[in-house]
Each structure stands twice: as structure tokens, then as C-alpha cells.
């Protein structure tokens, strides 16, 4: 199984960008997938998830109502729609799979494979 985050680059604040992660190795629908972020000297945080059956979908609190997952099994991609970037948005963002549902959704340890990240930079 392997994970590929891209989509990332330099925004403007209140810009908007999409992350992708490609899935390859397996059956993307048979995964849930988490996206967490991780800024220069802090802890990397969870910020989106979506269950298996795309039944359940989470966000951390700072970026509700501005980012959306989505996926598309036909293509093995789950997206991150990021709207209304701010300057603390800033990190290099990645995105994991989990065999079957996962508990803690926000903890890193919960999923089975990492990706590479993907730098996402925010301009105030």
C-alpha cells in the first residue's frame, strides 16, 4: 500500500487549495482515511477523516466550515478542499489509511500506512 499527498503550494489568505491523496496496493474503499498537518515546531495534528463507508466524516475544530474530504474510489484519491486559508493553515500537510474504521480518528498511530507530505504555505 502506498500514499501519495500532493496538491500543495503557496496561497494568499482567504485563498483555496485541494489536496489529493493517491492510494495505490489495495481497494481504496476498503480504508478509512485521515489527513494531518504538521507546522514547523509543533505536534502534527489530525484534521479530517472519512470512514470507510463515507458514513462519518470528522474535523478538527480550527478547520470546520472551511475544509471538506471527499473521495473518489474509482480513482483512488481522497481530496482535502481547503477554503478560506489562514496564515496558521501553514504545514506540510499528509494523509494515512487505516484498515477498517479507526479510534482515535486524530491520532497518528490509530492508521497502518503514511504518506509523504505535501507543503502547504499560507501568505498573510
Known amino acids: 500500500v502506498q500514499l501519495q499527498a500532493s496538491g500543495g503550494g503557496l496561497v494568499q489568505t482567504g485563498g483555496s487549495l485541494r489536496l489529493s491523496c493517491a492510494y495505490s496496493?489495495?481497494?481504496?474503499?476498503?480504508?478509512?482515511i485521515g489527513w494531518f498537518r504538521q507546522a514547523p515546531g509543533k505536534e502534527r495534528e489530525g484534521v479530517s477523516y472519512?470512514?470507510?463507508?463515507?458514513?462519518?466524516?470528522y474535523y478538527a475544530e480550527s478547520v470546520k466550515g472551511r475544509f471538506a474530504i471527499s473521495r473518489d474510489n474509482a480513482k483512488n484519491t481522497v481530496y482535502l478542499q481547503m477554503n478560506s486559508l489562514k496564515p496558521e493553515d501553514t504545514a506540510v500537510y499528509y494523509c494515512?489509511?487505516?484498515?477498517?474504521?479507526?479510534?482515535?480518528?486524530?491520532?497518528?498511530?490509530?492508521?497502518?500506512?503514511w504518506g509523504q507530505g505535501t507543503l502547504v504555505t499560507v501568505s498573510s
Open positions: 496496493g489495495g481497494t481504496l474503499a476498503s480504508y478509512a
Open positions: 472519512i470512514s470507510v463507508s463515507d458514513a462519518n466524516t
Open positions: 494515512a489509511a487505516g484498515t477498517w474504521d479507526v479510534r482515535p480518528w486524530n491520532s497518528w498511530f490509530s492508521y497502518d500506512y
